[in-house]
């Protein structure tokens, strides 16, 4: 491979991170060499018995036909993908799986495509239960009836009721301006690939994986939130660079911020250091869009400095949102150079 290549099965940045590819073709190779893998998990399909970021250990199949409850690793038959879910029945030709938290099942998993069985699975270093064995047929059995969602729904309504106090209670100045004085501590980095998947699977946005590529009028500077070492809200400096374009300048991206950490002045923080980017990378000015509906994001843009503009060009595409799904966006600016 040539120096200049992307790496095919690394994602860059300061962790070790496989793609799917690479994660598939390496459990591929173990699986052949009758040895088991141990790797993390990325998504919540399995959710609650296996969560993102819990780390499982899988094993080959030897000779044995996978088992009905059992979770296996497996290549998706729609995307050639690899995936852990859950065996749930048995068909003509071959075995019906689905993520304990999917609406629907993978298909029809033949033998060849079946790479290993879940063996173990840790959370934070210690070994958690997965729904094995008699666990697992019953779980399988109620994922086939439909009855599983159902109990799902019901055991997170507790969870929903809280979310939406919380929700309420962020809409409140008192809370934001107490939730302030609290001072929790979060910090700032610019983000390495292991943070914008984080980002990515928070987001529930495609894994553009590490061969994305750019147009080259175009640079992008993305950075993280982290509470403790957990990513809680991202934001990106765009810069276009095209002087043929009617949007070329510095724009703010991607605000977000995960919705518990919210109202903590956490969203307050990324947009200043945007802007402090920006300003060190000799922009004037600094524009974003946004939902005119989207009242916190609308504050928040005043409170930083920002005043609604027209850009010309996106205005026809803004108008064809709102004719189709009523929304309307709209272009927010704010001067970096002391102007109005
Ligand atoms: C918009 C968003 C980033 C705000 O982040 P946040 O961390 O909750 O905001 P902060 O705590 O830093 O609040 C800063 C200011 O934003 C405004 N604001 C934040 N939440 C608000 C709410 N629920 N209602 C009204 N104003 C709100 C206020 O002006 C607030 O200042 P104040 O507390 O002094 O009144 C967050 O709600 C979010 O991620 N939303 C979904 C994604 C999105 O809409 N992104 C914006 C794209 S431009």
């Not at 994986?209 to 403790?228: M, Q």
Request: hydrophobic fraction near 40%.
């Amino acid at each position: 491979m040539a120096d200049t290549d992307p790496p095919r099965y690394v994602v860059s940045g300061a962790d070790l991170s496989l793609s799917n590819q690479g994660q598939l073709e390496l459990l591929h190779e173990m699986m052949r060499r009758g040895l088991p893998l141990r790797m993390p998990v990325r998504g919540s399909s399995m959710a609650p018995c296996i969560r993102d970021e819990d780390v499982v250990t899988v094993a080959p199949m030897d000779q044995e036909d996978p088992r009905v409850g059992q979770v296996v690793a497996f290549i998706t038959p729609s995307l050639g993908r690899l995936a852990l879910h859950r065996v749930i029945s048995r068909s003509a030709e071959g075995w019906v799986v689905r993520g304990d938290g999917c609406l629907e099942a993978d298909g029809v998993v033949t033998r060849d495509a079946m790479l290993g069985r879940v063996t173990r699975v840790e959370r934070n270093g210690r070994e958690v239960r997965f729904g094995e064995g008699r666990m697992g047929a019953s779980i399988a059995w109620l994922s086939r009836t439909g009855l599983l969602l159902g109990l799902r729904s019901v055991q997170r309504t507790p969870r929903r009721l809280a979310a939406a106090v919380l929700r309420r209670l962020q809409d409140q100045r008192l809370y934001r301006t107490l939730g302030r004085r609290w001072r929790l501590r979060v910090e700032i980095f610019e983000a390495g690939e292991p943070d914008l998947q984080s980002v990515r699977r928070w987001l529930d946005t495609e894994d553009s994986g590490p061969e994305a590529s750019r147009p080259g009028d175009l640079a992008v500077k993305d950075w993280v939130a982290k509470h403790r070492s957990k990513v809680v809200g991202s934001v990106q400096l765009v810069f276009f660079s095209n002087v043929h374009l009617e949007w070329q300048g510095y724009w703010l991206f991607s605000l977000n911020v995960r919705r518990r950490y919210r109202g903590l002045g956490i969203g307050e923080a990324l947009t200043a250091r945007v802007a402090e980017e920006a300003r060190a990378q000799g922009a004037t000015e600094l524009l974003l869009v946004v939902s005119e509906g989207n009242e916190p994001a609308v504050r928040l843009c005043r409170k930083c400095g920002y005043t609604q503009t027209v850009v010309e060009a996106l205005e026809p595409i803004f108008q064809a949102e709102k004719a189709s799904h009523g929304r309307r966006r709209i272009v927010m600016r704010r001067r970096l150079d002391g102007g109005t």
